[in-house]
């Protein structure tokens, strides 16, 4: 197991195998089933196929807690299923090449295939075949379309509906060769998509160390498992409001260069056919940190443009500061 995806839920976290997700988007309206176990959310059109959602936290032995626009529906697969997964927060994708800690099985756990080490986290590793099983023993062509609404606020409604038909849209059929991967991250209220061939690994920002008369936008360097990389902060390129202390962080690959970019949130995995991608004019200085556009679901996202960070930061004055 090379990749591990991380999670939030119930303010635990957890992982699963990453070669196992397919897709994270927000929670929508569902559809009900009756006679369905407490965890049985409801169930997503998701482009035309009906897919089991499982409430995480309550399938892990927790109480049940009110559902939010904010939650995320982790979207798994086998070779043969599928299952969307409510979690609360998204960490993301982190290499991983440690050994998997045995932990005492009983009733509370027994989803669980141990535990890894993440830093100074122990972090549990859940079984992804025991949440598709979960999911298989249902008939779903009795559910009642568009039913179940989990929110008290009516802009709530209207977003969780729209959140639905964007979702159950088809798709024409795509070949395997052009599709194409990408993480959706924010700051402030821009939202850039990221080439998942250049993410190394996602991060938290904790730990780093700050370099005086850089750039403003390089907020230091940290020690990455042995490794020393350069800290930039998207914000500040952008011309925004610095990104925050518990900020979250992007650890990318490019042109021979090993760096982290410090961002608000990491929102989404998308995955999307190469004609979804939109050129943009060399000369539209709109976005000078995208080169082409990413159509997603009605939704339209510049895709970032790593060679224009680079020249963005180094023509920023440098700063000085006080230790």
């Known amino acids: 197991m090379g990749t591990l995806f991380y999670f939030n839920a119930d303010a635990t976290r957890y992982c699963i195998a990453g070669e196992a997700v397919a897709r994270v988007v927000w929670l929508p309206a569902l559809s009900s089933l009756d006679g369905v176990p407490a965890w049985f959310v409801g169930v997503l059109n998701l ?3 009906r897919i089991v959602v499982i409430d995480f936290s309550v399938w892990m032995g927790h ?40 932990i005492e099985k009983n009733s509370d756990s027994p989803h669980l295939l141990g535990q890894v080490r993440d830093g100074d986290d122990m972090v549990m590793l859940v079984s992804v075949a025991a949440l598709i099983d979960s999911s298989q023993h249902w008939a779903l062509q009795d559910v009642r379309a ?13 977003l969780l509906q729209s959140r639905m038909h964007q979702l159950a849209k088809e798709l024409s059929p795509l070949r395997l060769d052009i599709l194409l991967s990408f993480a959706i991250v ?69 042109a021979g260069l090993k760096f982290s970019f410090a961002i608000e949130a990491i929102e989404r995995l998308v995955v999307a056919a190469e004609s979804n991608i939109i050129d943009m004019p060399d000369q539209d200085d709109q976005r000078p940190l995208s080169h082409a556009l990413l159509r997603d679901n009605g939704e339209i996202t510049p895709i970032l443009n790593l060679d224009a960070v680079f020249a963005l930061c180094t023509s920023q004055p440098a700063v000085f500061a006080h230790l």
């Open 47 to 49: 482009q035309g196929q």
């Open 63 to 102: 109480a049940q807690r009110p559902y939010s626009v904010k939650q995320k529906l982790l979207i798994i697969k086998s070779e043969t299923s599928r299952a969307a997964v409510l979690i609360d927060e998204v960490e993301g994708l982190k290499a991983w090449s440690g050994a998997l800690l045995s």
């Open 146 to 158: 568009a039913s179940l609404v989990h929110a008290d606020v009516v802009g709530d409604v209207a």
């Open 186 to 254: 924010s700051t402030g209220a821009r939202r850039y998509a990221v080439d998942l061939a250049q993410v190394m690994e996602f991060s938290l920002l904790k730990q780093f160390t700050f370099l005086p008369g850089c750039q403003a936008a390089v907020l230091g360097c940290m020690n990455l498992r042995g490794e020393i990389i350069s800290i930039l902060d998207l914000g500040i390129l952008l011309g925004l409001e610095p990104s925050p202390h518990d900020a979250e962080l992007l650890v990318l690959q490019h």
